[in-house]
């Protein structure tokens, strides 16, 4: 890892850790988030709790302990934790011994449910954070998966807001049945903690869209820390369809694709959708794992033209995130509207 901060994602922002079914009630999981790892708890009331899953006894990963009467236990040798974090117990400690477990604490992270996936702050401080997303429409139907990248965090994030990639990526015959570029012209304006291509008509008719019956429009919102939100409406059907970047640790992030519809017609090509995304997202995979080698090499990137705005937009963002939060001020979104070409 380097020293510089605009290379590391983002501290005391929330990442997606995945779907919140993945949580049982009365179960623990164990999440990784950027170097931290964190015990999930639901208690059967369905409350989430995100500790760190580190026993202060002697270390170990709480997440292999259990849960009892709503207090998690360690499995080595039965401390007791309860969601907020302080001890409760320490089972060997005989009648007379006055060794006082109250003065111990694990750290404890925010944790967040909305729209079916679960969210985890990195940091004790999330308030003046980039808000959560959320699907604004009633959902019938969702489908997510998630692909394990050896690739940097920021490396994922940039593909979020790529257009030059996906001819030469992402060419399968259902999303892109042309090979050849077109010259696109797009109209951008700064939203919160980020930037949005604004509505326009999907004139490309892939597959995908076809599916809707009529012609779409479509929204490309991009937010910081690494969150891409593309809604697309036609008519009274919407599809949303989101992608997030969540820092795994030593270079490692997880890539994060949850796509939502109100068309219960939909439902049925779930079988069909789950094997496209796992493609398509393993197509960005597989070019960022390469690409992530050649930076490990020399980490400079040369950004060029139109096609390149948006990535010096992540990197301006990024940098006036870590300007406000060190300056104790609040973000100011550096951008303006502007109109970008270029050929994809
Ligand atoms: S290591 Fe957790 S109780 Fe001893
Ligand atoms: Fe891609």
Redesign the pocket.
Known sequence: MTGDPIRRPLDDVWYCVGESRRFRPGRLSAVTLGEEAIVVGRAETGALFALRDR??????A?SA?RLVEGNLV??????QFRPDGQCAA?PALARRDDADFTTVRLPRFAVAEVSDLVWIAAGPNPQAAPPIPEVDFPYCGMLVEILEVEASFDLVALSFVDPAHVAYVHDSWWWRPSKTLKEKVKHFAPSPFGFTMTSHTAKTASVVYRLLGAVPQVEIEFRLPGVRLERITAGRKRIANYTFASPLGQGRTALINAMYWNVPALNLLKPIARPLMRQFLGQDRDVLQIAQKGLDRKPAMVLMGESDVQSQWYFSLKREFLRAREAGSAFVNPLASRELRWRS
């Open positions: 026993c202060p006894h002697r270390g170990m709480l302990g360690c499995p080595f040798h039965g401390w320490i």
